[in-house]
T-cell receptor
Framework: GQQLNQSPQSMFIQEGEDVSMNCTSS?????WLWYKQDPGEGPVLLIA???AGELTSNGRLTAQFGITRKDSFLNISASIPSDVGIYFC??????????WGAGTKLIIKP | EAEVAQSPRYKITEKSQAVAFWCDPI?????LYWYRQILGQGPELLVQ????????DSQLPKDRFSAERLKGVDSTLKIQPAELGDSAMYLC?????????????FGPGTRLTVL
């Protein structure tokens, strides 16, 4: 079945640093979605990508839909304490269901 | 701002008891999803509704889980009897339609603990 590889699994960064994470798949997706989940809460949609090569920003967040349609990355610039959480990528398969990555846990060092 | 509502937020029950979770999707969203999320993992789809019809319940343990969306609006997920392994976060999501633009919006979830 389809699988997503999301990396890194966790990141320890200093406040103000830029962050980069990515997802790769063995299959082609039509849509890539990036979510953030805080402890005890549901995932919140950050960015949606619909076309290969598309680059989309949402404030300090930038995400790109890979040209091969098998990968996507998310960048966060100038991280702040409220960026802490778990970031999930999700790819939409041919049957419109989402295939999820395992998440990247972002931790900001004091 | 429109949101997906879920209740209860937390539920503690003993094994072999019955539990039920409720979800009210964003108004106008025809597609509703129930997910289960184990700590440290991504959400796992349990069941998908398009209006009142089940589109996919292939991952729903039907011997103990049931889901309904009788009027095509709100939905209930039931577990009977609950087992220790059912402890997880249960998430509800909705989207405008089952189409190429499948932006799913999630509720706050129900944290289930089975003792």
């Amino acid at each position: 079945g389809q699988q997503l590889n999301q990396s890194p699994q966790s990141m320890f960064i200093q406040e103000g640093e830029d962050v980069s994470m990515n997802c790769t798949s063995s299959s082609i997706f039509n849509t890539w979605l990036w979510y953030k989940q805080d402890p005890g809460e549901g995932p919140v949609l950050l960015i949606a990508l619909y076309k290969a090569g598309e680059l989309t920003s949402n404030g300090r967040l930038t995400a790109q839909f890979g040209i091969t349609r098998k990968d996507s990355f998310l960048n966060i610039s100038a991280s702040i304490p409220s960026d802490v959480g778990i970031y999930f990528c999700a790819g939409q398969s041919f049957n419109y269901q989402l295939i999820w990555g395992a998440g990247t846990k972002l931790i900001i060092k004091p | 701002e429109a949101e997906v509502a879920q209740s209860p937020r937390y539920k503690i029950t003993e094994k072999s008891q019955a539990v039920a979770f409720w979800c009210d999707p964003i108004s106008g969203h025809a597609t509703l999803y129930w997910y289960r999320q184990i700590l440290g993992q991504g959400p796992e789809l349990l069941v998908q509704f398009q209006d009142e019809s089940v589109v996919d319940d292939s991952q729903l343990p039907k011997d103990r889980f049931s889901a309904e969306r009788l009027k095509g609006v709100d939905s209930t997920l039931k577990i009977q009897p609950a087992e220790l392994g059912d402890s997880a976060m249960y998430l509800c999501a909705s989207s405008y339609r089952d189409s190429g633009y499948n932006e799913q919006f999630f509720g706050p979830g129900t944290r289930l603990t089975v003792l």
